[in-house]
């Protein structure tokens, strides 16, 4: 399993079912039993995809008298969405970029097709 903490989440987030689960709990909190009901799988199998999460810092299991709900860590979100802010501002540039340089390319084409007629 990777060390840095945004290599576990987006590893964590890679399994449609662990994706699923976070979907459901961004609705609010959830017992295993709760998220395992859509599933044709084990309670247990719906664990284990909960402790991934839960190592991941996407979840944590709280206690509320006999209940353990499962709790959405939604700032743990927010070092995903710094990290593809980033790379989104770069993208962006780059197409201001591209953008500028075809308006000259636009600019200058008139001017080639006079030169042509002219001809």
Do not use: C
Not at 18 to 46: C, F, K, M, W
Not at 74 to 84: D, P, Q, R, S, Y
Not at 89 to 110: C, I, T, V
């Amino acid at each position: 399993m990777p060390r840095d903490e945004l290599s576990r989440v987006f590893a964590a987030l890679a399994d449609p079912t662990r994706r699923d689960l976070v979907a459901r709990l961004s609705n609010g909190d959830a017992t295993v039993g709760e998220l395992a009901a859509p599933y044709d799988v084990s309670i247990q199998a719906v664990s284990k995809h909960l402790k991934v999460l839960e190592e991941a810092g996407l979840v944590s299991r709280g206690r509320d008298a006999q209940r353990r709900p499962v709790h959405l860590e939604a700032e743990v979100f927010n070092l995903m969405t710094k990290w593809i802010e980033r790379y989104q501002r770069q993208a962006e540039e780059r197409f201001r970029r591209l953008d500028q340089l075809l308006d000259r390319m636009a600019e200058q084409q008139p001017d080639r097709t006079n030169r042509q007629e002219a001809s």
